[in-house]
């Protein structure tokens, strides 16, 4: 079956220009997250969705990103006012969402989005 | 949140047996332990998952000591395409889950 899609794979942009990232999760995994991984970096933890709530924003670096999810599917991430800082992988994953143990609840991630921000 | 500590990177020759070793002192009971793989330009893959004692799939072992306060990923004989960051996850449910920085595992021909 389709794994997790992002798009657009590769982004490059102006400083100050907004950018959205769109991530399509699996069919039917209710719960997605967004991560930002910089160059030899690991994964920083942005943002958590289940369902098309947030119960999680702590990730967020500032108030230049905002996250929304619609019809408990797809998502999409978006950076107002781009600076150079914010150029990294943008990585989507999703689970399922519905094991009893979350513990358990393996993460499948998308190819991600790299954003070059001039 | 638990926190984990790997080693930053670690060198192999082929054929050789790998232990990549993850320390997460503040484990909680509800706690599983999950290691990710990750080759550049791509998002990290499940490898394997364990709570307690020796895990075992077609890829890795997995050994959890009792007190569960550390766990090593074993990659029997290793080849050049195992070359890839490896990270080590503690996770209890659907929150926030964080990633280390993971051990960049570099295969020697």
């Known amino acids: 079956g389709a794994g997790v899609s992002q798009s657009p794979s590769n982004k490059v942009t102006e400083k100050g220009k907004d950018v959205e990232l769109r991530c399509d999760p699996i069919?039917?995994?209710?719960?997605l997250y967004w991560y930002r991984q910089s160059l030899g970096q690991g994964l920083e933890f942005l943002i958590y969705?289940?369902?098309?709530?947030?119960?999680?924003k702590s990730g967020l670096p500032s108030d230049r990103f905002s996250a929304e999810r619609t019809g408990g599917s797809v998502s999409t991430l978006t950076i107002q006012r781009t600076q150079q800082e914010d150029s990294a992988v943008y990585l989507c994953a999703s689970r399922t969402g519905t094991s009893g143990n979350g513990a358990t609840d393996t993460q499948y991630f998308g190819p991600g989005t790299r954003l070059t921000v001039l | 949140l638990a926190k984990t500590t790997q080693p930053i990177s670690m060198d192999s020759y082929e054929g050789q047996e790998v232990n990549i070793t993850c320390s997460h002192n503040?484990?909680?009971?509800?706690?599983?332990i999950t290691w990710y793989q990750q080759f550049p330009s791509q998002g990290p893959r499940f490898i394997i998952q364990?709570?307690?004692t020796k895990v075992t799939n077609e890829v890795a072992s997995l050994f959890i000591p009792a007190d569960r306060k550390s766990s090593t990923l074993s990659l029997p004989r290793v080849s050049l395409s195992d070359t890839a960051v490896y990270y080590c996850l503690v996770s209890g449910g659907y929150q926030k889950v964080t990633f280390g920085i993971g051990t960049k595992l570099q295969v020697i021909p």
């Open positions: 364990g709570y307690k």
């Open positions: 069919s039917g995994h209710t719960a």
């Open positions: 969705f289940q369902g098309n709530s947030a119960p999680d």
């Open positions: 503040n484990i909680a009971t509800n706690d599983y």
